[in-house]
């Protein structure tokens, strides 16, 4: 499936803001049930950060099976974590994005047989970490 034909199919970016911001996700958020977001296909070019931005959370959370791209338009990243701790990234697909994950302030995070590619606007990573 071509870049075109994903973004035609698109689910809205995914903005979750401190512990509570995962209402609505199946899960507890504790480390025997974390919070789960999976499965969604996300054009990160309609989204203020990134396609998935979760900021300011030390619940527990893995992020699977997404694909999100297209950021790359707009200086945005796929996939951005700050001040988060204890997630789990895994069997992503980021495409055509500022950065593929952009992590700003976070620790205690996996990522797992994620799959980055062209993800360079503007001297752009697959993964950038920062501090």
């Known amino acids: 499936m071509s870049v075109q034909e994903v973004a035609a199919v698109t689910d809205p970016p995914i903005i979750i803001s401190g512990n509570s911001g995962f209402s ?43 694909t999100v791209l297209n950021g790359n338009v707009a200086y945005k990243h796929g996939i951005g974590l700050q ?12 495409i055509n994005n500022a950065h593929g994950i952009y992590m700003y302030n976070s620790s205690n995070n996996t990522l797992i047989n994620n799959n980055f590619s062209n993800n360079n606007a503007s001297s752009g990573y697959g993964i950038y970490v920062y501090y």
Do not use: H, K, M, W
């Open 83 to 94: 001040n988060v701790t204890n997630g789990r990234i895994e069997n992503n697909t980021v």
């Open 24 to 66: 609505g996700y199946p899960g507890s958020g504790t480390q025997s049930d974390p919070y789960i977001i999976e499965n969604f296909t996300i054009d990160a070019s309609f989204s203020a950060l990134a396609g998935i931005q979760i900021t300011s959370t030390d619940a527990y959370f893995v992020i699977r099976n997404c």
